[in-house]
């Protein structure tokens, strides 16, 4: 392809020898920071055709965030008029700076056949017949570019660490608003987070990240097996670069903090994190149908298997043929009554006093909050299963405790922190109200037992 370099732009390779002067460039996103609110400025990476390593650096400073770039798709095109070369933390670095020079810009899709009408611009940009060439250029040579940026490496989830940062390469999932000033974007990669030590003793564990667990149509839209990690959006400057996020992205972060909090995972940005360009051949590879198991239909439920965690051997249940399915299949299962057998860990259960493990009918009644890497529920077990469950007389507490600590990974039932084990478990789903099945569903253990140690 023949680009041609006789006009006013600088090739970025050449950027790099004019330091301390001002010249126009024009190259592809491939790296987005934040802005930060306390003087008004930004940071992204640009690439063309001749410099397609790490990029060149371009730092804004304006006079409000309402100029700053503002960057629908990290892969688009940017056209950077008089802005200066200068050394900032000793890397060499464009300088666009709308309050002391004329410099000046304009942002333009960089998907090839758009036309040349930039979505933003500084009221001084002016567009010619000479860019429109260059633009064509660059977006033909997007289709077949790959950014690679060796001073990167990617931690998959399952291997993050708590309290670290790691940058992650992974694909958007969903996006929600919760409330007026937080956002929680929800990323997965195909692995599954670490299991956390439950360290809360008397407090009930919740659900999920998000205060309300998010609807079932929804969660139709996510992955059934690996983790979605839910990233907390909270701050303006944050929530001003995610607008050029969507679902179904596959995107690289740079430099984000991991943490558990209840016993969840989640991730939020840090003063140095930034986004980074992936191209859409690396998304097609990188997405649930192509990581997806073998299908399979039982008469139980036709769901995908993917399912390949061993079990402790702590319980045992009456259907060993049935296969195994996660907790996100169902939640997501297409009907409200179904039979599934998973493989779970018991994290809490409540009553946690024995004494109160019966009703007034005398009768177990039981709720236990259960998890896999995929999701949380909540599952009852009552009367005749749960009789079934703990396997011995009713009037033998200390056998019923005994057994419930082994299932929640203590000595003690409320010990912590514990590390409850993975067992196999049996469940069935059904509704209370006829009238509103889907809001009523609920789901009961089942055809399940604890194994004598």
């Not at 999701?375 to 749960?386: P, T, V």
């Amino acid at each position: 392809m023949e680009i041609r370099d006789d006009y006013k732009f600088l090739r970025i390779q050449d950027a790099f020898k004019a330091l301390h002067l001002h010249v126009n460039l024009i190259g592809v996103i491939v790296e987005l920071g934040f802005s930060t609110g306390s003087d008004c400025s930004c940071t992204l990476k640009i690439v063309d055709p001749w410099h397609s390593g790490s990029g060149l650096p371009v730092k804004f400073v304006a006079r409000t965030t309402q100029t700053l770039p503002r960057v629908e798709s990290i892969g688009d095109i940017i056209l950077l008029s008089r802005v200066k070369i200068v050394l900032i933390n000793r890397k060499i670095t464009a300088l666009c700076n709308e309050t002391s020079s004329s410099s000046t810009f304009a942002l333009f899709n960089g998907k090839h056949g758009v036309g040349f009408v930039p979505y933003q611009s500084l009221p001084k940009f002016l567009i010619r017949e000479q860019d429109k060439s260059f633009l064509s250029n660059l977006r033909e040579w997007l289709i077949t570019y790959k950014f690679e940026d060796g001073s990167c490496c990617f931690t998959p989830l399952k291997d993050i660490k708590e309290g670290e940062c790691s940058n992650l390469s992974c694909l958007i999932v969903h996006i929600s608003k919760v409330y007026k000033d937080k956002w929680y974007i929800y990323v997965w990669d195909g692995t599954e987070l670490p299991p956390c030590n439950i360290l809360v003793k008397s407090e009930r564990l919740p659900l999920c990240v998000e205060p309300d667990m998010l609807p079932t149509y929804i969660l139709r839209k996510f992955p059934t097996f690996g983790s979605v990690l839910r990233i907390i959006v909270d701050r303006v400057s944050e929530k001003q670069a995610i607008h050029c996020l969507q679902p179904g992205q596959h995107v690289k972060f740079l430099n984000i903090f991991f943490q558990v909090n209840m016993g969840l995972w989640n991730a939020t940005f840090t003063p140095s994190t930034k986004m980074q360009y992936t191209v859409s051949r690396e998304m097609q590879a990188f997405s649930p149908q192509s990581m997806r198991g073998e299908k399979f239909s039982s008469r139980w439920n036709p769901i995908t298997r993917c399912i390949s965690r061993s079990h402790s051997g702590i319980t045992g249940v009456a259907h060993e043929d049935a296969p195994f399915v996660s907790l996100m299949d169902i939640l997501t299962y297409h009907n409200v009554t179904a039979k599934f057998r998973c493989i779970v860990r018991f994290i809490q259960v409540y009553p946690q006093d024995i004494r109160k493990l019966r009703d007034s009918n005398g009768k177990i009644k039981l709720l236990a909050i259960l998890e896999d890497a995929t999701a949380r529920i909540h599952a009852s077990l009552y009367a005749d299963e749960g009789e079934k469950f703990f396997g011995c007389d009713q009037s033998d507490e200390e056998a019923i405790v005994k057994k419930m600590n082994r299932l929640l990974g203590g000595e003690e039932m409320e010990q912590v922190p514990r590390n409850p084990p993975w067992v196999q478990c049996c469940l069935v789903s059904f509704y209370k109200h006829k009238m509103d099945q889907w809001g009523s569903r609920r789901f009961r253990i089942f055809d399940t037992w604890i194994n004598a140690s």
